[in-house]
């Protein structure tokens, strides 16, 4: 297989897994504080919404607004995001070997990160996601992360546990607190 291939396949993981986790949260979750500074649940399951489509607007030569985060629907939010993560998908499946492997492999990053936080938050174990994908997430992050450009999405490294699970890394190369 190809690169361009191998990160839309691990987009695709990713993307079916944040859909799991999405379709996990309750409506009374929605005001817990997740590992994302400032944000509870409800605001991360908002801006995780309109991530695939974001992205599928960019990808299509757009310059969508990622300052801000549209409500999410009250309810079908497991739909909603399944439904915008197979349009993005659907494109990168028809760019095929002209897919970039560099805006595939950010996407995944997001999502695998903000799956740390989200299975975080609902107080679930985060050596039970896909180690794959963090470690997709993790690499592209390592590469183009740099003190220098956090800008205001990311705090400072932060160090990881010596047993930290890809996750864990992943979300302290990020500026999380991992404990």
């Known amino acids: 297989m190809s690169e361009a291939t191998d990160s839309v396949i691990m987009l695709n993981r990713a993307l079916d897994q944040m859909g799991d986790l999405i379709a996990a949260v309750h409506e009374d979750q929605l005001g817990r504080p997740t590992p994302c500074s400032g944000w509870a649940v409800g605001q991360l399951v908002a801006h995780v919404l309109a991530g695939p489509r974001r992205f599928l607007e960019m990808a299509e030569g757009g310059e969508p607004d990622f300052s801000t985060n549209p409500a999410p629907p009250e309810h079908g939010w497991a739909e909603t995001f399944r439904e915008s993560a197979d349009d993005l998908i659907h494109h990168w499946h028809q760019e ?38 963090a470690e997709r997430g993790y690499a592209y ?18 160090q990881a546990p010596a047993d930290a699970d890809p996750y864990e890394r992943l979300a302290a190369f990020a500026g999380r607190e991992v404990a």
Do not use: C, I
């Open 141 to 158: 992050m390592s590469r183009v992360l740099t003190p220098d450009n956090r800008g205001q999405a990311f705090a400072a490294e932060q």
């Open 96 to 133: 095929g070997e002209d897919a970039s492997p560099e805006a595939v492999d950010w996407q995944t990053a997001e999502f695998a990160l903000h799956g740390y936080d989200l299975a975080k938050a609902l107080g679930r174990r985060t050596d039970r996601l896909d180690p794959e994908v």
